[in-house]
């Protein structure tokens, strides 16, 4: 897929990615347009290679062909810390805070860079208003206010879970990706997370893997099928859902159990 | 919840009191105990417990704070220690009017330069990585100090005078007591600086990429810098104990750089305990007194040193300070009482059979280093043959008592610690 | 050149007996991730008991049950040290292994005082085996070379071609699946923290006579090893014989050559100074390659870390 002229450049923009490890392909060619705003799921059976892909766009290593761009600038060679700081955020499929931090704690560390703190040791970080602020509004909006001086490892999981989304925002990157974010709840927490999830990525990009297909055709705009790492099939829910080669491959036998 | 609720017409104290009361307590207690202690000789051991707690906390910026395990920090207070000499020297030499009050900065520039240095290629990776570049750079610095005679004055070290620097107020630090009250003055600058150096930004990250490096990237932050940073000041704190060293001992030799001082800082802090800010302070106390009292009470002190050491880091890897602050909850929950009682049925039989082990331990010593027909021994205030079977049998008795009372009296110590540390039935639902 | 000769024979020595240490560390550390910084003193161990017993039963019977007990030894401190430690983390175990390391050589002194055991080579080794170029090389420098290539070659034999040695090889990658498999995973870590430390225990009971029984002997070694194993590439055994014989030829012939930095200097282009006493640079043109002989594994170690983490053979990053 070419990049549309358009007067708007794509979010993310992946051309032709391929990321092998030893003789092992994983990624064998994929081509993605995702454009700003946009609201997009990723799914596929396990071993896809979801993961990896993901990991491909953070820089979490270096895929062995192909281009990805965010905002029209190329990510090759790029450490995460600096994929980061152009604007882009991810979650992880294993909860990755900090458990020793207090859970105000954690979310003022994602504040940080972005309110400009960069390494500094002049600043008392309790005595800056604006972190705390910052900080007390993230927990306001993940629902964590209450829990804020306990240590984070100490919460539920789906507080953790909750937590680990407040984190990916806070720094304000306006494009988000979210590594199953719903993965190992129950049905009312998983609504729960779907609620937040909306509530936080107003206006902004979002791109996530996920496999609980009511929360995808719930979320996305738009979805991609990853297949053995091709992408088989692109386009809104109803669309995907219909298209036969989608179906067969993935969603046909779960679509029966759904319903 | 969060509106605003109270628009604050008076600007917030720059420092609550209660954050300032510990601060205030301990430095009140450092100018009152030279008047309590007035030998010199306790002077020389409250220097030297000064001089072990800055380089201590430094040493604890990198370990407890930023994750990074060094087995040649004694460099970055050596190298310090030995350009203050050369400073004093050149004080001397060429009649600078250099105040004396002000030559640990050039020791900890003097740190901070050789940890730039070293950091820069050092702290790319954390873990064990660091831990054997740190052990080879200190290695190899401390070799070439035998080597590089001009700065490291060879076998003799390099010695100077604290007297000739400028005066202040009449004071030429001739005697003890006026270096320990420079001492006690860089202490708590040092300790003050540092404490607030972990409430900083840069020390926040540092703990957040010591828990979880990966995340913190993904938070902007390039785990490798905020290493090198800590890196950097703690090497700068750890000069400036270099420092106070030069200025307390007025001699550097090679054994300020070498494994053994870096591993006994390593000692000290985790005794004391990483994980809080004042544990190598507790770590620095403890060690200098078992280093100088207990040396002077038995000879194998230093086996009692490591079988603490490998207990605490088998049993108590928090450290003493971890111990004390285990009592916080049961304190806060108002249940700290239901301790007590299990406490004396473990703790005092536990005693005895340390006082047994100890015992016997001294004997076993005695018995087979002891020179030929010296056959009497003193401990614990009682003067006895080590020769003699009896001694040896009261002491294993009460080893192997103790260690079964206390034995017994475990799992009740257990309940009553799970008991303690379980909060009252809670005022509403839980979150 | 046969002076050569002589140098490349006593480098051997010192480098078989370095491998034989990092032998055994590099695969505790290929196992189980952590660096065992008390193995050089399994290696002073090893020289203790063996001094003990060949007070008795002599220095065959030492060389036999020693390094058995020190591997018995090392495998309960695997098995009621490590093992508890292992869930606080890499850097915990590291600084267990370091106490460790400060109470064994606190233990040895209790236990045998603080000066030099009077542990002397056999009788029937103590000739000299050859003459070259006048200089004599001792029967036992002889029985010190075959004995670690034969450990060595028996090492590659049981993890190469025995039903065990597959195991261990398979533990030491991907240990659940073995465990998964069937296999006793920590009696595996078990075994080879025993084996590990039993080398080392080999290492010291036929280098005490040479090097001299002492309670620092593990310290001056200690450093050494770790050298080693950081520049042949944590994990590697090839890694760490080629480390071991570099570095036991680079010091060995450091020592017997003087080559003399002021040679260097003035060969370049750079003028001796007149002055050498207040010469701020009197040192660098002072040295010679005895005097840093020493030194050199910790240059080459730093300069591998910086130009290549991994070590020259090495697979894995630390």
Not at chain 2, 27 to 49: C, E, R, Y
Not at chain 2, 159 to 179: A, K, M
Not at chain 3, 191 to 214: M, N
Request: proline fraction near 4%; hydrophobic fraction near 50%; glycine fraction near 10%.
């Amino acid at each position: 897929m070419t990049a549309t002229p358009s007067n708007t450049t794509p979010a993310l923009q992946i051309d032709g990615l391929k990321k092998s490890f030893g003789k092992a392909e994983i990624i064998r060619g994929v081509d993605l347009s995702i454009g700003t705003g946009e609201r997009h799921a990723i799914i596929g059976p396990n071993g896809a290679g979801k993961s990896t892909l993901f990991n491909l766009i953070t820089g979490r290593f270096p895929p062995t062909s192909g281009k990805v761009r965010l905002h029209g600038s190329d990510l090759a060679g790029l450490a995460p810390f600096q994929i980061n700081r152009m604007g882009l955020s991810r979650s992880f499929q294993i909860t990755n805070i900090f458990p020793a931090m207090t859970v105000f704690e954690n979310v003022r560390c994602s504040l940080l860079w972005s309110h400009g703190y960069r390494y500094s040791f002049w600043n008392m970080v309790n005595r800056s208003r604006d972190l705390t602020e910052g900080a007390e509004e993230i927990l306001e909006q993940i629902n964590l206010t209450a829990r804020r001086d306990l240590p984070a490892g100490v919460l539920s999981y789906a507080e953790q879970r909750a937590l680990e989304i407040g984190i990916t925002i806070a720094g304000g990157a306006n494009v988000i990706m979210l590594d199953e974010p719903t993965a190992g709840m129950s049905h009312s927490e998983t609504d729960y997370i779907v609620d937040l999830i909306r509530k936080v990525t107003e206006n902004k990009t979002l791109i996530m893997v996920e496999h609980d297909m009511g929360v995808v055709f719930g979320l996305a705009d738009q979805i991609s099928v990853l297949v053995y790492g091709e992408i088989i099939a692109t386009g809104r829910p109803e669309e995907v859902r219909a298209n036969p080669k989608v179906q067969e491959a993935y969603l046909g036998a779960v679509l029966e159990a759904e319903h | 919840m969060t509106t605003q609720t109270v628009s604050r017409k008076t600007r917030a104290p720059l420092v609550s009191l209660s954050a300032a009361l510990p601060w205030l307590i301990a430095t009140l207690f450092l100018l009152v105990m030279p008047l309590v202690f007035t030998s010199n000789s306790a002077l020389t051991i409250m220097n030297q417990m000064a001089i072990t707690i800055v380089f201590a906390l430094a040493y604890n910026m990198l370990l407890g704070q930023g994750g990074m395990l060094s087995f040649g920090h004694a460099v970055y207070m050596g190298m310090g220690g030995f350009m203050c000499v050369h400073v004093m020297n050149y004080v001397e030499d060429f009649s600078l009017p250099l105040p004396l009050p002000l030559l640990p900065v050039f020791g900890g520039l003097f740190g901070m330069g050789m940890a730039l240095i070293v950091g820069s290629f050092s702290t790319r990776k954390a873990g064990t990585v660091f831990a054997m570049i740190s052990l080879g750079v200190g290695e190899l610095i401390a070799a070439c100090s035998v080597i590089i005679v001009a700065f490291f004055g060879g076998e003799e070290g390099v010695s100077g005078d604290r007297t000739y620097g400028l005066p202040v107020f009449g004071v030429e630090f001739l005697h003890q007591i006026e270096v320990y009250y420079l001492t006690a003055f860089w202490l708590v600058l040092s300790a003050l600086l540092m404490y607030l150096f972990s409430r900083t930004p840069i020390g926040r990250m540092a703990n957040a990429v010591r828990d979880n490096p990966e995340r913190a990237e993904f938070l902007g932050y390039s785990a490798r810098w905020v290493r090198f940073y800590s890196f950097v000041a703690s090497g700068f704190f750890a000069g400036i104990a270099g420092g106070l060293f030069a200025i307390n001992y007025e001699i550097l030799t090679e054994e300020n750089l070498n494994l053994a001082t870096s591993g006994s800082i390593l000692l000290v802090t985790f005794l004391g305990g990483v994980g809080f800010f004042f544990g190598p302070i507790i770590g620095a106390i403890v060690f200098t007194l078992l280093q100088t009292v207990l040396s002077l009470q038995t000879e194998i002190w230093q086996l009692y040193l490591g079988l603490l050491f490998v207990a605490t880091v088998m049993y108590f890897p928090g450290g003493l300070a971890g111990v004390l602050m285990m009592h916080t909850l049961p304190i806060r929950f108002g249940k700290a009482g239901l301790l007590v009682g299990p406490y004396f049925k473990t703790l005092l039989p536990a005693l005895a059979c340390i006082f047994g082990a100890v015992s016997l331990l001294e004997i076993l010593f005695h018995f087979r280093h002891a020179a030929l027909g010296d056959e009497e021994m003193t401990l614990f205030w009682v003067t006895f043959n080590s020769h003699s079977p009896l001694p040896m049998l009261i002491a294993a008795i009460a080893t192997v008592a103790g260690f079964w009372l206390a034995r017994r009296g475990a799992p009740e110590l257990a309940e009553a610690w799970h008991e303690a540390n379980t909060p009252n039935a809670p005022q509403g639902g839980a979150a | 050149m046969d002076l050569i000769l002589v140098n490349l024979i006593d480098g051997l020595v010192t480098g078989l007996l370095l491998f034989m240490l990092s032998a055994g560390l590099t695969l505790i550390f290929s196992m189980m991730g952590v660096l065992n910084f008390a193995h050089a003193s399994f290696y002073m161990l090893g020289a203790y008991f063996a001094y003990q017993i060949s007070m008795v039963l002599g220095f065959w019977m030492g060389l036999l049950i020693a390094p058995v007990i020190v591997g018995v030894l090392g495998a309960l401190v695997e098995r009621y040290g490590l093992r508890r430690v292992h869930q606080y983390g890499h850097v915990p175990e590291l600084i267990f292994t370091f106490g460790l390391a400060l109470l064994i050589e606190e233990v040895v002194q209790f236990i045998w005082g603080k000066d030099q055991m009077p542990y002397s080579i056999p009788e029937v080794l103590n000739f000299t085996a050859l003459s070259i170029a006048g200089n004599a090389i001792p029967a036992y420098k002889v029985f010190m070379i075959f004995t670690s290539v034969a450990i060595f070659i028996a090492l590659l034999y049981v993890l190469t071609r025995t039903r065990v040695g597959m195991i261990i090889q398979a533990a030491l990658s991907y240990p659940r699946t073995v465990e998964a498999l069937g296999h006793n995973v920590p009696l595996v870590f078990m075994g080879v923290f025993g084996v590990g430390t039993a080398l080392a225990g080999v290492a010291g009971v036929i280098a005490g006579p040479v090097l001299s029984t002492f309670p620092g002997m593990a310290v001056v070694l200690g450093s050494i090893v770790f050298v080693t194993i950081v520049i042949g590439g944590l994990g590697s055994l090839w890694g760490a014989l080629v480390a071991s014989l570099l570095i036991g030829w680079i010091t060995t012939f450091a020592k017997a050559y003087n080559i003399r930095m002021e040679d260097i200097l003035t060969g370049i282009g750079f003028e001796k100074p007149l002055e050498m006493s207040e010469n701020v640079f009197r040192d660098l043109w002072t040295i010679t390659s005895p005097q840093i002989a020493d030194i050199l594994p910790y240059l080459l170690m730093v300069l591998i870390l910086v130009v290549r983490p991994y070590g020259l053979f090495g697979k894995r990053d630390a």
